[in-house]
């Protein structure tokens, strides 16, 4: 089985100041894909970036970043230049590459930008 | 496209009444998936189809909760009879063949109180 965890419930950053969210998850697939996904209070589910496992580099859009270290199992999620519309709650999810396309999603964290 | 439709918005509804979720998934998207999401549990997957079929429903906690989808662009969740417990936001969610590519299209939601 799957399991995604992330560690930190809420945190908090200043407007313009660099967040980093964590995300570990567990599996014996050597094949499969991760995803940031961002819920703000409107609570619609917006897809923020996505990573393939067999791709060593680290995916990027625009503000938004990861740390993927395959060994590790760890998939972190950095938010530079944090802004207020940032403010959600964030979801790490996991897919098999193989085997249906069910993710698994951590409990999620919630960020508040400061102004 | 529109993206995922869900209806109603918000529910509200006595203990005991049966309560109906209804969703329109994106045209073409092949995979349909109904989320319960609480502050207790996160996001739980209830259960989900391919092409119009139930793969993985052991997510449904009891047997008052019922899923359908008669046809690739309409399902239900339905709640029989309902209790407070079941209060909760239920999600919506959809994909197409290259779910890894562009993950899960979510809804906007039903958050369903029973009183």
């Not at chain 1, 998850?25 to 897809?47: A, V």
């Not at chain 1, 972190?76 to 590459?97: E, N, P, R, V, W």
């Not at chain 1, 249906?100 to 960020?111: A, I, R």
Request: glycine share 6%; proline share 5%; net charge neutral.
């Amino acid at each position: 089985a799957q399991t995604v965890t992330q560690s930190q419930p809420e945190m908090s950053v200043q407007e313009a100041e660099t967040v980093t969210l964590s995300c570990t998850y567990d599996t014996s697939e050597s094949n499969y894909y991760l995803f940031w996904y961002k819920q703000p209070p409107s609570r619609q589910m917006i897809l923020v970036i996505r990573q393939e496992a067999y791709k060593q580099q680290n995916a990027t859009e625009n503000r938004f970043s990861v740390n993927f270290q395959k060994a590790a199992k760890s998939f972190s999620l950095k938010i530079s230049d944090s802004q207020l519309g940032d403010t959600a709650m964030y979801f790490c999810a996991f897919m098999k590459h193989a085997g249906g396309n069910q993710f698994y999603f951590g409990t999620g964290t919630s960020l508040t930008v400061i102004p | 496209d529109a993206g995922v439709i869900q209806s109603p918005r918000h529910e509200v509804t006595e203990m005991g009444q049966e309560v109906t979720l209804r969703c329109k998934p994106i045209s073409g998207h092949n995979s349909l998936f109904w989320y319960r999401q609480t502050m207790m549990r996160g996001l739980e997957l209830l259960i989900y189809f391919n092409n119009n079929v139930p793969i993985d429903d052991s997510g449904m906690p009891e047997d008052r909760f019922s899923a359908k989808m008669p046809n690739a662009s309409f399902s239900t969740l339905k709640i029989q009879p309902s209790e407070p417990r079941d209060s909760a936001v239920y999600f919506c969610a959809s994909s197409g063949v290259q779910t890894s590519n562009y993950g899960y299209t979510f809804g906007s939601g039903t958050r369903l109180t029973v009183v």
